[in-house]
Protein backbone atom coordinates (compact mmCIF):
# COMPACT_ATOMS: atom_id res chain seq x y z
CA UNK A 1 0.00 0.00 0.00
CA UNK A 2 1.43 3.35 -1.00
CA UNK A 3 -0.10 6.14 1.17
CA UNK A 4 0.51 9.78 -0.72
CA UNK A 5 -0.94 11.95 2.14
CA UNK A 6 -0.11 15.31 0.44
CA UNK A 7 -2.36 14.48 -2.41
CA UNK A 8 -4.14 11.91 -0.67
CA UNK A 9 -4.39 9.13 -2.72
CA UNK A 10 -4.06 5.60 -1.19
CA UNK A 11 -2.70 3.06 -3.78
CA UNK A 12 -3.35 -0.66 -3.68
CA UNK A 13 -2.59 -4.14 -5.27
CA UNK A 14 -4.77 -6.56 -5.86
CA UNK A 15 -3.73 -10.20 -8.01
CA UNK A 16 -5.89 -12.59 -9.00
CA UNK A 17 -3.91 -15.71 -8.27
CA UNK A 18 -4.82 -19.30 -9.28
CA UNK A 19 -4.43 -22.75 -11.59
CA UNK A 20 -4.37 -22.64 -15.38
CA UNK A 21 -7.76 -21.94 -17.06
CA UNK A 22 -9.48 -21.99 -13.51
CA UNK A 23 -11.10 -18.36 -14.62
CA UNK A 24 -8.60 -15.54 -13.30
CA UNK A 25 -8.70 -13.11 -16.74
CA UNK A 26 -12.58 -13.93 -16.98
CA UNK A 27 -12.71 -12.52 -13.31
CA UNK A 28 -10.80 -9.68 -13.57
CA UNK A 29 -12.65 -8.75 -17.21
CA UNK A 30 -15.43 -9.14 -15.03
CA UNK A 31 -14.91 -6.87 -12.52
CA UNK A 32 -13.92 -4.16 -14.87
CA UNK A 33 -17.13 -4.94 -16.75
CA UNK A 34 -18.94 -3.47 -14.35
CA UNK A 35 -17.33 -0.83 -13.22
CA UNK A 36 -17.57 0.02 -17.36
CA UNK A 37 -14.11 -0.24 -17.83
CA UNK A 38 -13.85 -3.32 -20.01
CA UNK A 39 -12.03 -1.33 -22.50
CA UNK A 40 -9.50 -0.32 -19.50
CA UNK A 41 -8.00 -3.66 -19.16
CA UNK A 42 -4.28 -4.60 -20.68
CA UNK A 43 -3.72 -8.23 -21.23
CA UNK A 44 -0.78 -9.92 -22.79
CA UNK A 45 -2.07 -13.02 -24.04
CA UNK A 46 -1.60 -15.63 -26.79
CA UNK A 47 -3.42 -15.71 -30.17
CA UNK A 48 -5.09 -18.87 -27.94
CA UNK A 49 -6.65 -16.55 -24.98
CA UNK A 50 -4.02 -17.90 -22.63
CA UNK A 51 -2.26 -15.44 -19.88
CA UNK A 52 1.13 -14.72 -21.18
CA UNK A 53 2.48 -12.34 -18.40
CA UNK A 54 -0.57 -10.81 -16.41
CA UNK A 55 -4.07 -8.33 -17.25
CA UNK A 56 -3.63 -5.30 -15.60
CA UNK A 57 -5.81 -2.26 -14.74
CA UNK A 58 -6.79 0.40 -12.62
CA UNK A 59 -9.67 1.15 -10.69
CA UNK A 60 -10.27 4.38 -9.21
CA UNK A 61 -12.75 5.34 -5.81
CA UNK A 62 -12.95 8.79 -4.41
CA UNK A 63 -14.48 10.42 -1.23
CA UNK A 64 -14.42 13.98 -0.29
CA UNK A 65 -11.11 13.39 1.57
CA UNK A 66 -9.42 10.36 0.10
CA UNK A 67 -8.61 9.50 -3.71
CA UNK A 68 -7.68 4.74 -3.65
CA UNK A 69 -6.33 3.56 -6.99
CA UNK A 70 -6.49 -0.09 -6.93
CA UNK A 71 -4.20 -1.43 -9.51
CA UNK A 72 -5.50 -5.03 -10.20
CA UNK A 73 -3.50 -7.82 -11.91
CA UNK A 74 -4.21 -11.61 -12.87
CA UNK A 75 -1.15 -13.54 -13.35
CA UNK A 76 -0.79 -16.49 -15.95
CA UNK A 77 -1.36 -20.07 -14.43
CA UNK A 78 0.67 -21.72 -17.42
CA UNK A 79 3.51 -23.24 -15.64
CA UNK A 80 5.78 -22.57 -18.50
CA UNK A 81 5.82 -18.26 -17.64
CA UNK A 82 5.86 -19.58 -14.13
CA UNK A 83 8.95 -16.95 -13.45
CA UNK A 84 6.30 -14.23 -14.57
CA UNK A 85 4.36 -15.10 -11.43
CA UNK A 86 6.63 -13.55 -8.59
CA UNK A 87 7.08 -10.53 -10.23
CA UNK A 88 3.43 -9.88 -10.91
CA UNK A 89 3.25 -10.97 -6.71
CA UNK A 90 5.26 -8.14 -5.88
CA UNK A 91 4.07 -5.27 -2.77
CA UNK A 92 0.75 -7.72 -3.41
CA UNK A 93 -1.60 -6.15 -0.80
CA UNK A 94 -4.77 -8.72 -1.14
CA UNK A 95 -5.15 -11.75 -3.13
CA UNK A 96 -8.22 -13.05 -4.94
CA UNK A 97 -7.25 -16.73 -5.14
CA UNK A 98 -9.12 -18.18 -8.10
CA UNK A 99 -9.67 -21.68 -7.41
CA UNK A 100 -11.01 -24.16 -10.47
CA UNK A 101 -13.76 -26.11 -8.39
CA UNK A 102 -13.96 -29.21 -11.14
CA UNK A 103 -13.16 -32.47 -9.33
CA UNK A 104 -10.70 -33.39 -11.87
CA UNK A 105 -8.58 -30.45 -11.52
CA UNK A 106 -8.74 -30.79 -7.42
CA UNK A 107 -4.53 -31.33 -7.09
CA UNK A 108 -3.82 -28.14 -9.56
CA UNK A 109 -5.39 -25.67 -7.08
CA UNK A 110 -3.79 -27.51 -4.20
CA UNK A 111 -0.53 -27.13 -6.08
CA UNK A 112 -1.25 -23.46 -7.01
CA UNK A 113 -1.68 -22.61 -2.85
CA UNK A 114 1.60 -24.71 -2.11
CA UNK A 115 3.48 -22.23 -4.74
CA UNK A 116 1.87 -19.28 -2.72
CA UNK A 117 3.00 -21.08 0.01
CA UNK A 118 6.65 -20.92 -0.80
CA UNK A 119 6.72 -17.68 -2.30
CA UNK A 120 5.64 -15.73 0.20
CA UNK A 121 6.10 -18.18 3.58
CA UNK A 122 5.01 -17.24 6.87
CA UNK A 123 3.60 -13.64 5.11
CA UNK A 124 1.13 -15.65 3.71
CA UNK A 125 -0.87 -16.69 7.31
CA UNK A 126 -1.69 -12.73 7.68
CA UNK A 127 -1.67 -11.45 4.04
CA UNK A 128 -5.16 -10.39 3.22
CA UNK A 129 -6.54 -13.38 1.18
CA UNK A 130 -10.24 -14.46 -0.47
CA UNK A 131 -10.53 -17.69 -1.86
CA UNK A 132 -12.94 -17.61 -5.14
CA UNK A 133 -14.25 -21.40 -5.54
CA UNK A 134 -14.94 -20.74 -9.33
CA UNK A 135 -17.10 -22.57 -12.11
CA UNK A 136 -20.01 -23.47 -9.56
CA UNK A 137 -21.90 -23.61 -12.95
CA UNK A 138 -20.42 -27.22 -13.71
CA UNK A 139 -21.33 -30.50 -12.73
CA UNK A 140 -18.94 -32.45 -10.70
CA UNK A 141 -17.09 -30.13 -8.50
CA UNK A 142 -15.03 -31.07 -5.41
CA UNK A 143 -16.17 -30.46 -1.72
CA UNK A 144 -14.65 -27.04 -0.83
CA UNK A 145 -14.57 -28.04 2.71
CA UNK A 146 -11.74 -30.65 1.72
CA UNK A 147 -9.90 -28.07 0.28
CA UNK A 148 -10.16 -25.88 2.68
CA UNK A 149 -9.11 -28.76 5.56
CA UNK A 150 -6.29 -29.51 3.05
CA UNK A 151 -4.66 -26.22 3.19
CA UNK A 152 -4.93 -25.76 6.93
CA UNK A 153 -7.88 -22.64 6.15
CA UNK A 154 -7.92 -22.41 10.14
CA UNK A 155 -4.17 -21.54 10.35
CA UNK A 156 -4.85 -17.87 8.22
CA UNK A 157 -5.86 -14.87 9.51
CA UNK A 158 -7.50 -12.53 6.92
CA UNK A 159 -8.66 -15.16 5.24
CA UNK A 160 -12.14 -15.69 3.50
CA UNK A 161 -14.03 -17.94 0.53
CA UNK A 162 -16.69 -16.75 -2.04
CA UNK A 163 -18.48 -18.88 -4.35
CA UNK A 164 -18.26 -17.38 -8.08
CA UNK A 165 -19.37 -17.89 -11.41
CA UNK A 166 -16.91 -15.56 -13.50
CA UNK A 167 -18.28 -16.37 -17.04
CA UNK A 168 -21.40 -14.33 -15.52
CA UNK A 169 -19.90 -12.12 -13.34
CA UNK A 170 -21.85 -14.04 -10.36
CA UNK A 171 -19.81 -13.14 -6.79
CA UNK A 172 -17.18 -11.36 -8.55
CA UNK A 173 -18.18 -7.91 -7.24
CA UNK A 174 -18.75 -9.39 -3.54
CA UNK A 175 -14.77 -11.09 -3.70
CA UNK A 176 -13.82 -7.92 -4.44
CA UNK A 177 -15.49 -6.11 -1.95
CA UNK A 178 -14.54 -8.70 0.63
CA UNK A 179 -10.56 -8.22 -0.25
CA UNK A 180 -10.86 -4.58 0.02
CA UNK A 181 -12.63 -5.03 3.71
CA UNK A 182 -9.56 -7.14 4.49
CA UNK A 183 -6.95 -4.94 3.39
CA UNK A 184 -8.39 -1.94 4.88
CA UNK A 185 -9.45 -4.22 8.77
CA UNK A 186 -5.52 -5.59 8.39
CA UNK A 187 -3.81 -1.90 7.48
CA UNK A 188 -6.14 -0.45 10.68
CA UNK A 189 -4.88 -3.10 13.00
CA UNK A 190 -1.68 -2.30 12.00
CA UNK A 191 -2.07 1.32 12.21
CA UNK A 192 -3.13 0.94 15.87
CA UNK A 193 -0.57 -1.09 17.03
CA UNK A 194 2.43 1.47 15.55
CA UNK A 195 0.20 3.75 16.99
CA UNK A 196 0.36 2.61 20.78
CA UNK A 197 4.02 1.32 20.28
N1 LIG B 1 -18.22 -22.85 -16.96
C1 LIG B 1 -17.39 -21.89 -16.56
N2 LIG B 1 -16.30 -21.59 -17.29
C2 LIG B 1 -15.50 -20.59 -16.84
C3 LIG B 1 -15.76 -19.86 -15.65
N3 LIG B 1 -14.78 -18.93 -15.49
C4 LIG B 1 -13.94 -19.09 -16.53
N4 LIG B 1 -14.38 -20.07 -17.36
C5 LIG B 1 -13.77 -20.56 -18.62
O1 LIG B 1 -12.52 -21.17 -18.32
C6 LIG B 1 -11.57 -20.90 -19.37
C7 LIG B 1 -10.34 -20.26 -18.80
O2 LIG B 1 -10.67 -18.95 -18.32
P1 LIG B 1 -9.57 -17.81 -18.11
O3 LIG B 1 -10.23 -16.68 -17.43
O4 LIG B 1 -8.85 -17.56 -19.38
O5 LIG B 1 -8.60 -18.58 -17.10
P2 LIG B 1 -7.21 -18.07 -16.53
O6 LIG B 1 -7.17 -18.54 -15.12
O7 LIG B 1 -7.03 -16.61 -16.77
O8 LIG B 1 -6.19 -18.93 -17.44
P3 LIG B 1 -4.60 -18.67 -17.65
O9 LIG B 1 -4.35 -17.22 -17.65
O10 LIG B 1 -4.30 -19.31 -18.97
O11 LIG B 1 -3.95 -19.37 -16.51
C8 LIG B 1 -12.31 -20.04 -20.40
O12 LIG B 1 -12.81 -20.85 -21.41
C9 LIG B 1 -13.44 -19.41 -19.60
O13 LIG B 1 -14.56 -19.09 -20.36
C10 LIG B 1 -16.94 -20.20 -14.90
O14 LIG B 1 -17.26 -19.64 -13.84
N5 LIG B 1 -17.69 -21.22 -15.39
MG1 LIG C 1 -5.50 -15.58 -17.64
Redesign the pocket.
Known amino acids: MIIDHLDRVLALKVV?Y????????????ALFNHFGKKDKVFSI?STR????FF?YGTVLFQNELWKIKVHIY?????DFYLVTRPITLRAVDGIIF?A?SRKIVFDRNLISWNELEKYFQDSLLSLPKIIAF?????PEKFNPEVFLDEIGYKNYENIDTEY?????S?GILASFENILRLIFKDYYENQLISAIS
Open positions: YGPALSGKTTSLKEKRTLDSTTGQVDNKQDLTIAINE
